[in-house]
């Protein structure tokens, strides 16, 4: 079975990440200000039942509800102490599709790719030497990937919508010693919609997809 999902935007997010590793290595100074902040890591994309399909034989199929791992890669500018504007990406695949009119669910497909670019607001809560706890709101646009399923032996073509969405994370930094390195982990929620249209018809399905990403990476300031 073919897929329609684009895989340029994980290798563009593997070659940033790469880059940015390369490019910061110098050590930190004690009475240097760091404004900018490179995150990257991998992230885990749980998300609702995003999706089901009437089959023509009857029964239905939809996404297993199963997690999956993406990418993600962020940069951040803090003008004060306590806020920062924070802009990125991420990219993961949607559950795999099942059939569960069988005796166990058989996996038909692959549900589409998710990419949303995301910016919003940090408000660091906590930031002493070694640790640094914030929070803050987010926005997002969503791309869906289109994809195709084959159901009952024929190939069945669907379509989603682009959708924006708000959201929140909280994460945290913890350095060592005085190192401009630092481990990550953060969790951001989003609250989205996905429509999904049979292509060439007017059967239309919409349903809460809502994210949780959890990240768990590093982070660089300088």
Same mark, same amino acid.
Do not use: C
């Given at each position: 079975m073919k897929t329609k999902q684009n895989k340029t935007p994980m290798i563009m997010l593997g070659a940033m990440t790469l880059s940015a590793i390369a490019s910061f290595s110098a050590p930190a100074q004690a009475d240097e200000i760091s404004h900018w902040r490179i995150?990257?890591? !991998?992230?885990?994309?749980?998300?609702?039942?995003?999706?089901?399909?009437?089959?023509?034989?009857?029964?239905?199929?939809?996404?297993? *509800?199963?997690a999956e791992l993406g990418f993600t890669l962020a940069a951040e500018y803090r003008w004060t102490e306590r806020l920062g504007l924070e802009i990125g990406a991420v990219y993961a695949r949607s559950p795999d599709v099942d059939d569960k009119t069988g005796a166990d669910g058989s996996e038909i497909g692959e549900g589409p790719g998710f990419f949303p670019l995301l910016a919003g607001i940090n408000f660091h809560l906590v930031d002493s030497d070694n +640790?640094?706890?914030?929070? *803050?709101?987010?926005?997002? #646009? !969503?791309? #869906?990937?289109d994809f195709d399923l084959e159901i009952d032996g024929v190939r069945t073509d669907f379509e989603v919508d682009d959708e924006f969405a708000w959201g929140a994370t909280i994460g945290l930094n913890y350095r060592v010693g005085g190192s401009r390195w630092?481990?990550?982990?953060?969790? /951001?929620? +989003?609250? !989205?919609?996905?429509? !999904? /249209?049979?292509?060439?018809?007017?059967?239309?399905?919409? /349903?809460?997809?809502?994210? +949780?990403?959890?990240?768990?990476?590093?982070?660089?300031? #300088?």
């Amino acid at each position: 079975m073919k897929t329609k999902q684009n895989k340029t935007p994980m290798i563009m997010l593997g070659a940033m990440t790469l880059s940015a590793i390369a490019s910061f290595s110098a050590p930190a100074q004690a009475d240097e200000i760091s404004h900018w902040r490179i995150k990257s890591g !991998v992230v885990l994309v749980d998300a609702s039942d995003p999706f089901s399909y009437a089959k023509p034989s009857g029964g239905e199929v939809h996404a297993g *509800g199963n997690a999956e791992l993406g990418f993600t890669l962020a940069a951040e500018y803090r003008w004060t102490e306590r806020l920062g504007l924070e802009i990125g990406a991420v990219y993961a695949r949607s559950p795999d599709v099942d059939d569960k009119t069988g005796a166990d669910g058989s996996e038909i497909g692959e549900g589409p790719g998710f990419f949303p670019l995301l910016a919003g607001i940090n408000f660091h809560l906590v930031d002493s030497d070694n +640790l640094d706890l914030y929070a *803050g709101p987010r926005a997002a #646009f !969503v791309s #869906f990937g289109d994809f195709d399923l084959e159901i009952d032996g024929v190939r069945t073509d669907f379509e989603v919508d682009d959708e924006f969405a708000w959201g929140a994370t909280i994460g945290l930094n913890y350095r060592v010693g005085g190192s401009r390195w630092a481990f990550l982990a953060e969790a /951001t929620y +989003l609250d !989205v919609d996905m429509k !999904v /249209t049979e292509r060439g018809t007017d059967s239309a399905s919409v /349903t809460g997809f809502d994210p +949780l990403m959890v990240n768990i990476g590093a982070s660089y300031s #300088f």
